[in-house]
């Protein structure tokens, strides 16, 4: 039996806040998991070192599904964001020490490739359209094939998805939240503004896609869907709250414009009539967010019973270590779809160095056993934890809404 030795938390902020498990084993060997939660980071941390790691100790390492099971079902409070997470940087670390034991990638494990690469989009934004456009064709002259465009709105500031001249985008600030506002009629006759002049920039051999942020009713999101058709989008995101899953069946007969969802869900319960109704075209459940990859693999299998394709939440708020464990899963699903890639900075590449290479609009997870994600533990100790806020939304009278 492989055991496990030690488990402990690493936090560090190499331009944001991420939470890594480092998990080794008696004979050596380590592995690493991504546990961020980004704007309550130090929930998930508190909840590995205080409620999860003592329980690890003396474990089999190779247990994994297991080890999934009694971190769920032993805990008896079940599912919701910081259990999750923490459950997925436990699953994460074992993946991988699985696959190094094997002397493998892990994709190899998960049944091997069902693809040369893995199809990624890009964030192309600008404070106006034209600004956006620009982005989008500097994406495009990268060899990027699907793009994900957002600009500002006239007369509202802190727009989402927009960050102006900034290199790398983070939503998370210092400080108490900051408060954006918004308004849903100042929105909406913008969007197939971008999308109008984004085809006829780029033309029609590109994926575009957009994120709503939760922001609409399901009749406004309908009305979005509709007018956005004649451009072709790969999909609209998030166009309403997933809590009441219903909302989803009006969009459905009012548009055939295609739907992702699910970066805020964390099981497959939070998923299972958007899958098995088929009122969504895409699940972007996460690898960090969600369980980990022995639940996400579940969530796959039943989204491909009904032909709905994966889309995991890949943004720049998921650390190195959740990417490269994306990329594996997404290298070996039969039903995925697109993997979101937001670039991190250059110092949290340096402390997360990892195997996974970008060419011509693709992404391949690299042959290194394990997922092919390290962490410099030297170089993470030079960027502390720093307190950060997500934002708040107010509409234009002061109605707190959702951000």
């Known amino acids: ?20 498990l480092k998990i080794e084993t008696t004979d050596g060997i380590t592995g690493i998991g991504d546990a961020t939660l980004n704007g309550r980071e130090l929930a ?34 079940r599912r919701g964001p910081v259990t999750m997470t923490a459950i997925a940087g436990v ?30 989009y890009g964030h192309a934004n600008g404070e106006t359209i034209d600004e956006a456009i620009e982005a989008a064709k500097r994406f495009r002259s ?41 308004s849903t009629t100042k929105y909406l006759p913008v969007v197939p503004k971008l999308f109008a002049a984004a085809r006829e920039a780029l033309g029609w051999d590109v994926h575009l896609l957009h ?8 009749i406004e999101a309908a009305r979005l869907g509709k007018d956005l058709e004649p451009f072709r989008p790969f ?4 166009m309403t709250p997933s809590e009441n899953q219903e909302s989803f069946r009006l969009i459905r007969h009012h548009t055939t414009t295609k739907l992702a969802v699910g970066e805020v869900l964390n099981s497959i ?29 579940r969530v796959a299998a039943l989204a491909d019973l009904y032909q709905v394709r994966t889309g995991c939440h890949g943004a720049a708020d998921l650390s190195p270590v959740c990417m490269g464990a994306a990329l594996h899963f997404d290298l070996s699903v039969p039903n ?12 949290t590449d340096a402390v997360f160095p990892h195997a996974y290479k970008y060419a011509d609009g693709m992404l391949h997870p690299g042959e290194v056993p394990g997922h092919g994600v390290e962490i410099d533990e030297a170089l993470a100790a030079k960027f502390p934890y720093r307190q950060a806020s997500l934002p708040v939304n107010r509409l234009e009278d002061g109605t707190l809404y959702n951000w």
């Open 142 to 182: 990268e060899g990027y094939l699907a793009i994900r465009l957002q600009c500002g709105v006239p007369g509202l500031k802190g727009i989402y998805g927009v960050w102006g001249k900034q290199r790398h985008y983070g939503s998370a600030k210092a400080g108490v939240p900051v408060e954006n506002t918004w």
């Open 336 to 347: 995925f779809g697109i993997q979101e890639y937001m670039r991190h900075t250059e110092e």
């Open 44 to 77: 998930v941390a508190s909840y590995l070192t205080e409620h999860v790691c003592p329980t690890l100790i003396g474990r089999d390492a190779q247990a994994i599904e297991d080890t999934w099971q009694y971190l769920y079902r032993g805990a008896y409070w």
């Open 91 to 120: 699953d994460t670390a074992l993946w991988d020490i699985k696959a190094k034991q094997a002397g493998l990638p892990l994709y190899q494990l998960l049944g091997g490739a069902a693809r040369d690469g893995v199809l990624v």
């Open 235 to 238: 999909w609209i995101e998030d």
């Open 211 to 218: 994120d709503a942020h939760h922001r609409l009713t399901p």
């Open 1 to 20: 039996m492989l055991k496990i030795k030690s488990a402990r938390v690493i936090v560090t902020s190499p331009g944001r806040n991420f939470v890594t």
């Open 269 to 297: 319960w939070d998923a299972q009539h958007l899958i098995t109704e088929q009122l969504i075209d895409y699940i972007r459940m996460s690898v960090v967010h969600a369980g980990g990859i022995t639940h996400l693999r």
